[in-house]
């Protein structure tokens, strides 16, 4: 049943790095965009990155612009956020999802997303 599975995540230091990884399954994975949420504590759930089907093109929220890389490997149907100079700002649960539609677009509006993975909890200390 389960799709989408998230690790990497954990307790860092501020200013300090993690890496994220979204395990997919199924042979379209490489037809999906891909995109990372975060769920802060007492806060909505908001965009964070996606990724094009093939890599061709990335967006990225502005408060994680230029600290945060997404890619992905379609070869071993993974998706990674590599997170520098992370900030307490950043603590929260991040999600792994895969987009509906072509995968040639990336949309930022959640319920465009049509699958979801169970989080992993990303706390940064100060």
């Known amino acids: 049943q389960v799709q989408l599975v998230e690790s990497g995540g954990g307790l860092v230091q501020d200013g300090g790095s993690l890496r994220l990884s979204c395990a997919a399954s199924?042979?379209?994975?490489?037809?999906?965009?891909m995109g990372w949420f975060r769920r802060a504590p007492g806060k909505e759930r908001e965009f964070v990155s996606a990724?094009?089907?093939?890599?061709?093109?990335?967006y990225y929220a502005e408060s994680v612009k230029g600290r945060f890389t997404i890619s992905r490997d379609n070869a071993k149907n993974t998706v990674y956020l590599v997170m520098n100079s992370l900030k307490p700002e950043d603590t929260a649960v991040y999600y792994c999802a895969r987009q509906s539609g072509s995968g040639i677009y990336i949309n930022t509006e959640s319920f465009v997303y049509d699958s979801w993975g169970q989080g992993t909890q990303v706390t940064v200390s100060s």
């Open positions: 199924g042979r379209t994975f490489s037809n999906k965009a």
């Open positions: 990724i094009t089907r093939s890599g061709e093109s990335t």
